[in-house]
């Protein structure tokens, strides 16, 4: 018998995936895994009549509401594969003791090389040099700096957040990181907790924010924390555009109380054309893709595989599980 069929071995398990996948995927997943039954849309609404037979769900967490929980009678786990969990309806699940896991740590590759790509970006002036060669102009004048020497601080210790460190160390910057309680952290020279935060603001070249949204850190990123910021530290948002305070943001910036922000998320996406942001001459504006990658979908479903091992041996415990009552 298959191994990974022992723990459920009475009815077939029933997986509804809401999350589009390819085609690719879906026949390996089928493949390897005979004795589950797996049904594949590519958003929840194609999933009407399947809904109310899943025991588990495949999602990215963004598509499923109190009204869809209670169509999922038989639902006894979901797993996101996305790291992003803010818009999960957690009371619902909860009250109904539903299992959920997330891609914790999907983004840690991509993500980071975003974050050491746009601060390298700033401190060798590459837009500046490519703006002198569509000019055609030898102009050596240009101030390059280098990272070498600099100060990153780190808003979310995590497996993003340690990626980023870590390659910043490499580059032989100094890292801080910032997490709940302080705890030593791989790859950070120096940690402290989120309420040591102002004492660290003032040392940071760069600030990167990693952190998930919860209600502790919608507007984490304030006018006080912007004004105690160097005037020449460079924010760089890859969390929620909710966890800073986006008019301040927009303040320092005008006043150039700090030098530059890099943002990838934003309050409203897509940011609305007429947003002041897209003007300033000191803002990087992405489209919310430092996550993006041609592997997220291998990576993601990898981790769920090794979930799915664990839930059909009966485990009571999964990678990332997710603690529903705290939403994280």
């Not at 298959?2 to 997986?15: C, L, N």
């Not at 995927?25 to 958003?43: E, G, I, K, M």
């Not at 004492?199 to 952190?211: H, M, N, P, Q, Y």
């Amino acid at each position: 018998m298959d191994e990974r069929w022992m723990g459920k071995q009475s009815a077939a398990v029933r997986v509804v995936s809401t999350a589009k996948i390819s085609s690719k995927h879906q026949q390996a997943l089928t493949t390897d895994y005979p004795h589950v039954r797996f049904s594949f849309f590519d958003h929840i609404e194609q999933a009407a009549t399947a809904l109310p037979d899943a025991e588990v769900m495949i999602t990215y967490g963004e598509d499923l509401d109190e009204e869809r929980i209670a169509q999922c009678r038989q639902l006894r786990w979901i797993h996101v594969i996305s790291a992003g969990l803010e818009k999960m309806p957690f009371q619902a699940i909860s009250a109904r003791g539903i299992r959920v896991t997330n891609a914790r740590g999907i983004h840690a590759v991509p993500m980071s090389e975003y974050a050491l790509a746009v601060m390298l970006q700033i401190t060798r002036r590459t837009d500046q040099l490519r703006d002198l060669q569509r000019d055609k102009r030898w102009d050596r004048t240009i101030r390059v700096g280098e990272l070498a020497g600099q100060t990153l601080l780190v808003l979310g210790a995590g497996a993003i957040g340690q990626a980023i460190a870590q390659k910043a160390q490499a580059f032989a910057m100094t890292t801080i990181g910032v997490n709940t309680d302080g705890r030593e952290t791989p790859h950070f020279d120096r940690m402290v907790s989120i309420g040591q935060l102002h004492l660290v603001l003032g040392l940071a070249d760069f600030i990167v924010l990693t952190v998930p949204q919860t209600p502790e850190t919608v507007g984490l990123i304030g006018r006080e924390e912007l004004r105690k910021m160097k005037p020449t530290a460079t924010l760089i948002n890859l969390a929620r555009g909710a966890v800073v305070d986006e008019v301040a943001l927009l303040d320092a910036l005008r006043e150039r109380t700090i030098a530059q922000a890099v943002l990838d998320v934003f309050q409203q996406e897509p940011l609305p054309a007429a947003h002041p942001f897209w003007e300033l001459d000191n803002v990087i504006l992405t489209p919310h893709l430092s996550g993006r990658s041609p592997r997220y979908m291998t990576r993601a479903l990898e981790g769920f595989r090794r979930n799915l091992d664990a839930y059909l041996r009966g485990a009571k415990r999964m990678e990332n599980e997710i603690d529903a009552e705290k939403g994280y």
